[in-house]
């Protein structure tokens, strides 16, 4: 394969994902049409694509407020206390979202940042009860290895993974 080849496939599939960022769920054929390339060529880069996890999953933008949630930011400090490939491989395995749910919440997404805090956890919870419970349970889960936390709460979602809310004009209610 030529270098121009690759660097057409890259370009390629670049413009899918950035379709697939504004919806996934749209069909092949409104992308194709939309990129003008044919549907097979769609269907083929974007299974290569999922093959080698550029993308991870496929998931729907739920509005909170209608499944009576509250949207949460959790920033973590670490402790100078090491943190063991026991607690490392807890934080990265399915169990952590287990001990979520049992503290009533629904684990969003978890990142390791460079900054003032090394982690950002993303939840939701039906309130502000079950978010502080949340918080208490990775303190007795994890004992030591947090210095400091901050909870936020988010009270309106403008856009949310690459999609604007349709009702972000509540947003001037806080303005």
Not at 32 to 38: E, G, I, M, N, P
Not at 45 to 66: C, S
Request: contains cysteine.
């Amino acid at each position: 394969m030529s270098k121009t080849s690759r660097k057409q496939i890259d370009q390629d599939e670049k413009k899918i994902m950035a379709e697939l960022q504004k919806n996934s769920y749209e069909s092949l054929d409104v992308i194709a049409k939309r990129l003008k390339f044919s549907r097979q060529k769609i269907w083929r880069l974007i299974k290569r694509l999922e093959t080698d996890h550029t993308i991870w999953g496929y998931t729907a933008i739920l509005d909170d407020d209608k499944r009576s949630l509250k949207s949460y930011t959790l920033m973590l400090k670490r402790s100078s206390k090491p943190m063991d490939e026991k607690t490392v491989e807890a934080i990265t395995s399915p169990r952590l979202q287990e001990l979520t749910s049992n503290a009533g919440a629904s684990l969003e997404s978890i990142y390791f940042v460079h900054g003032e805090y090394d982690s950002v956890f993303t939840f939701t919870a039906p309130g502000i009860v079950q978010a502080k419970k949340f918080c208490e349970m990775l303190l007795e889960t994890y004992p030591g290895i947090f210095a400091r936390m901050n909870l936020m709460e988010t009270l309106v979602t403008v856009k949310k993974h690459h999609v604007a809310n349709p009702n972000a004009k509540k947003l001037k209610e806080f303005l």
